[in-house]
Structures are given as structure tokens and as C-alpha cells.
């Protein structure tokens, strides 16, 4: 399914074979948590960006409006009108970030719904039973999400339950896609590397979830409080213990800086929020370094977001049309602000993998970081 192309040290141009068509790697998936990007983006909007993969989110979906809705009319991307890949992350982030709500179990995790309060138990067959119901492209298996800073002797037991949850998982999968009343029959299914900066950890897990013979390998739990370096540094340490056939995907990460940093440590797949709650704010990327609209001196400014871009916004709009929009409350001036972001990623994206065939990504990385770094 995954087909290596080219290679510059450790940096990997490929493409992902899937039901629902082939991924060209390396590849930014645009987050949909609830099977809508924020900031009034529809996938119309997506496929005009050259999205690639919309990702979405097994835990909020399940809580609203609940993943059996979603089977009974025909799954997400019927629900959503989108034909391209999707990836549902499994739910255990929720693990981590609705740490005052749930209570971790050999047997799963007990949650309180965000929403109203209701009990919610969540573990690896219901997790994999949710996400064939959603009947996403690629699945991913449920897991905890020990933070960066936890104790060591907690991220061992954690580690050690998240493998015994992973064997589960596959198993659960294995059987769901053999259902009659599936409606993906042939989900993938992703395992997650977790083991917070412990380096001799994470390659202890990296080696054992190898064995599982698995359609994708992710690392977890890195850009939740630990800096860049030591985030880099669990990259280069553990990515050389996954297998080499397989995708690697780093979740939740990054600005462009780390994904021009990971990219060069071997990661294919990425995801990351800050495209669209930065363009919500006002916050953009530009190839000469993030602007904020809010700033007055943008006030007069009939200039495009950035000269050359070919976004919606880019094409049409002053940055002082869109700096009104926003000081003024309107959707219309986030939906642009996030449409010109996530163009820019998407941008990015093939840039690199251009770079990667022409076998340039080094001088590529140089000069991209250089010029971003001019604001």
C-alpha cells in the first residue's frame, strides 16, 4: 500500500494506496474534528485548496451526533459530501486533554461528555466499533496520551497498556472488516507510538508494535509540553525502529518549521490545528513569515495577504477588506483567513514533495526556513 519513490537521507517522497485513492506523501491532513473545518470552510472549499486528507475526530463525533446516525446515512464521507481519504484519530487524546473528565481502566477509559455531563466508556472495541461506523479511510487505535513531563514509571504502565489495547484493536478491526453491514470493509488501521521523552521507551515500543504488522505507524504524544528539540530529538531516536514500508505519521504537529524539521527526520503524514485557529485570529502564513491582521498598519493595506498566493482570499481580497471583516465580526473574514492558511500548508506540501523528486529537499528546507523567518 505504501510505495517508497524517493529518499534524501532520511526525508521520503511516497504515496499511500487507499479505498478511497492514493495520498501523495509527504501530506498535511486538514482537520475537521466534527466533520466541518472551522471557520466556515465546506469541501468544496477543500478540494478548490487541493486538500489531500480531511481529518476528523472518533470521540466528538460518537458525543454528536453519535457515529450510528452517521452509519445509517451511509457514513462520513457520504455525511459530509467528500470522496477524497479520511483519517478518524481514535479518541485517546481525549484521554489527555479531558484529563478532569475520564478515568483510565485495564478494561478502557470512563468519560464525562463535554456537553452534558452523560457517561461515556470508550476502549479499543468501541473505539474501532465507532470508526467503522464512520467508516473512515484510515483508523487509528486507541491509546492514552501520558503528557510529556509524566513520571517515568507511569509512562512504562501506560505504555505497556497501550500495547495490550493496540492487539485489541487490530483484532476488533479484523473483525468488523468482515462484516456484511460494513460499510469500509477494507479500513486501515494506524498503531501509535507513545512513551512521552523517554527515548529507551519509545524504541521499546516502537520495536514491539513493529512486530504487529500494522498499515501505518504514528508517533503520539510529542507537542504537548515538551519543546522542539526534545520532540526532534524523540523523531531522529525513534523513527529508525518503525518499520520502513510503512507511513510514518506525527500527530498534531506542527508550524511549517516542524514540519520542514520532521519531514527531514522521516515523517509522511501530519495534522495540526494551527492552520485554522491561527486564521480565525487573524494570523497568517506567508512565505516571508506569519502577519497579523489585527495590526493597524494593515488598515490601508490593498496588497493581497501575500503577493502571488493563489488562495481564495489571495485572488480576490485586500489584506484591509479582511482586516475589516474581522474587526468587524464577520464569518466571512475568517473563512478567508483559514482558506489562505491551509492553501499555504497545502502549498507546502507539494513544494516539498517537488523538492523530494528533484532530490533538492536540503537547499529547499534552507531557504524556506530563511524567508518565513523574515517577520
Known amino acids: 500500500m505504501f510505495r517508497l519513490l524517493k529518499r534524501e537521507g532520511r526525508a521520503k517522497r511516497g504515496e499511500f494506496q487507499t479505498v478511497h485513492g492514493v495520498i501523495q506523501t509527504p501530506v498535511f491532513m486538514n482537520v475537521g474534528t466534527v466533520a466541518a473545518i472551522k471557520g466556515a470552510v465546506s469541501t468544496q472549499d477543500l478540494e478548490e485548496i487541493r486538500t489531500q486528507v480531511e481529518l476528523s475526530n472518533t470521540y466528538h463525533l460518537h458525543v454528536r451526533p453519535g457515529d450510528k446516525i452517521i452509519k445509517q446515512l451511509g457514513g462520513?464521507?457520504?455525511?459530509?459530501?467528500?470522496?477524497?481519504?479520511?483519517?478518524?484519530?481514535?479518541?485517546?487524546?481525549?484521554?489527555?486533554?479531558?484529563?478532569?473528565?475520564?478515568?483510565?481502566?485495564?478494561e478502557g477509559v470512563y468519560f464525562n461528555s463535554h456537553i452534558d455531563g452523560r457517561k461515556i466508556f470508550m476502549g479499543p472495541e468501541e473505539s474501532m466499533q465507532i470508526?467503522?461506523?464512520?467508516?473512515?479511510?484510515?483508523?487509528?487505535?486507541?491509546d492514552e496520551c501520558p503528557s510529556a513531563r509524566a513520571d517515568r514509571a507511569y509512562v512504562k504502565n501506560s505504555v505497556e497498556r497501550t500495547t495490550r489495547w493496540l492487539a485489541r484493536c487490530k483484532n476488533e478491526m479484523q473483525r468488523l472488516n468482515g462484516l456484511e453491514d460494513t460499510i469500509n470493509r477494507q479500513q486501515l488501521l494506524f498503531a501509535i507510538n507513545q512513551g512521552a521523552v523517554y527515548p529507551d521507551i519509545r524504541i521499546e515500543h516502537a520495536k514491539v508494535i513493529s512486530e504487529m504488522e500494522l498499515d501505518g505507524y504514528a508517533v503520539g504524544g510529542l507537542a504537548v509540553g515538551e519543546t522542539h528539540e526534545e520532540m526532534y530529538h524523540i523523531l531522529e531516536e525513534t523513527i529508525p525502529f518503525l518499520p520502513k514500508d510503512k507511513p510514518v505519521y506525527?500527530?498534531?504537529?506542527?508550524?511549517?518549521?516542524?514540519?520542514?524539521?520532521?519531514?527531514?527526520?522521516?515523517?509522511?503524514?501530519?495534522?495540526?490545528?494551527?492552520?485554522?485557529?491561527?486564521?480565525?485570529?487573524?494570523?497568517?502564513?506567508?512565505?516571508h513569515g506569519k502577519i497579523n491582521l489585527f495590526n493597524a498598519k494593515y488598515e490601508l493595506d490593498s496588497r493581497p495577504i501575500e503577493e502571488g498566493c493563489c488562495c481564495p482570499a489571495c485572488r480576490r481580497y485586500s489584506r484591509a477588506y479582511i482586516r475589516h471583516l474581522l474587526k468587524a465580526k464577520e464569518m466571512l473574514g475568517m473563512r478567508l483567513c483559514v482558506l489562505h492558511n491551509l492553501y499555504f500548508y497545502n502549498t507546502m506540501m507539494e513544494e516539498i514533495r517537488a523538492a523530494l523528486d528533484a532530490g533538492e529537499f536540503a537547499a529547499y528546507k534552507k531557504q524556506k526556513l530563511q524567508n518565513m523567518s523574515q517577520n
Request: one cysteine or more; aromatic letters at 12%.
Open 250 to 287: 506525527l500527530m498534531g504537529v506542527g508550524t511549517p518549521a516542524n514540519i520542514l524539521e520532521s519531514v527531514e527526520r522521516g515523517v509522511d503524514f501530519f495534522d495540526c490545528v494551527y492552520p485554522t485557529r491561527n486564521g480565525r485570529h487573524g494570523h497568517l502564513y506567508t512565505n
Open 76 to 106: 462520513l464521507h457520504r455525511f459530509m459530501s467528500w470522496d477524497r481519504p479520511i483519517l478518524t484519530d481514535s479518541g485517546g487524546f481525549q484521554v489527555f486533554s479531558l484529563a478532569g473528565l475520564r478515568k483510565i481502566k485495564e
Open 131 to 142: 470508526q467503522s461506523n464512520l467508516a473512515s479511510t484510515i483508523a487509528m487505535a486507541f
